[in-house]
């Protein structure tokens, strides 16, 4: 009875160890062996991975191992996985070595086709999960890494939105490879020069210009060996011309836009004129009235 004992609990031990499984495929039987993790301090034995596609659904999972072969990457049924690391901390985490300036350390690509017209932008999106193509809407995070023949739009990193009930897909912000210009809005950027183009407006609550060149802020005109035109010349100036002597003129504002910094440069260029012309008036009307005084004596 003992030796029927001891001969029960070692066929119950073999068992333990190993398992051997049997599918059918419709082909001849294939068998594999997994063989369970060993207790630490115990000499690990190589996996044996099934050779077919198990016909059961899901049952992958019972293959993958999280410590083993790869101890860097953590793939558990549950939780959060990590690429790079054992201990992620978001739902997807990717990790890897740092890299420099001139070999960047690309962790995620993405690529595409070109389409028929020649358009090809890999993108990710973030959509609301509605079926309904009426009802649903996205944002969408990608590139235009070549152009489209149709629309000739510039090669860009891109931001878009589409929203429900609508078919088209918005751009609403993006900056293109043609020197990094930065659009917001359905705006043209036609014009070189520039480096933001804006939509509609900007609201902000300071603006600082930086002027180039110093002479672009007319100090200079306070100085002793500079020529204030005479008043009867800025007369027929005005007259004729209809605006002041270096200001642009309406179709130029109109057409090409201002300069804020050279714009306010030019204003305050004629506000110290109007200064220098107001202390030649005061000169004279000084001097006038001595001459009256010394008239009434």
Do not use: C
């Not at 086709?113 to 809407?137: C, H, Q, R, Y």
């Not at 002027?211 to 005005?238: C, G, R």
């Amino acid at each position: 009875m003992k030796k029927i004992i001891f001969l029960i609990a070692v066929l119950f031990s073999v068992g333990a160890m190993a398992q051997t499984y049997t599918y059918q495929t419709g082909k001849p039987a294939v068998k594999y062996k997994t063989v369970k993790k060993t207790y630490e301090g115990v000499k690990r034995t190589p996996a044996v991975y099934p050779v077919v596609k198990p016909p059961i659904k899901n049952v992958v999972y019972q293959y993958l191992d999280t410590t083993f072969p790869n101890a860097e990457n953590h793939f558990p049924v549950t939780g959060n996985a990590g690429i790079g690391t054992n201990a992620p901390q978001a739902a997807l985490e990717i990790k890897r070595n740092a890299g420099d300036g001139k070999n960047k350390n690309f962790l995620l690509q993405l690529s595409n086709t070109w389409t028929s017209k020649g358009l090809n932008e890999p993108s990710i999106m973030f959509s609301n999960g509605d079926l309904n193509p009426a009802n649903v809407s996205y944002w969408t995070l990608g590139a235009r890494v070549s152009g489209n023949e149709v629309d000739k739009d510039p090669v860009a990193f891109k931001i878009g939105f589409k929203a429900p009930n609508e078919t088209d897909e918005h751009e609403f912000f993006s900056i293109d490879s043609y020197q990094g210009r930065v659009k917001i809005g359905n705006v043209g950027t036609n014009y070189d020069g520039y480096k933001l183009y804006v939509e509609e407006g900007i609201l902000t609550e300071k603006v600082k210009v930086a002027v180039k060149n110093s002479e672009d802020w007319y100090d200079h005109v306070f100085n002793a060996e500079y020529q204030l035109m005479p008043l009867t010349d800025l007369e027929k100036y005005i007259t004729i011309n209809k605006h002041l002597p270096d200001m642009p003129t309406t179709k130029d504002v109109t057409t090409t836009g201002l300069d804020l910094g050279k714009t306010e440069g030019l204003l305050l260029k004629k506000v110290e004129e109007l200064t220098l012309y107001l202390i030649e008036l005061k000169k004279d009307l000084e001097q006038t009235k001595k001459e009256l005084a010394e008239l009434k004596k």
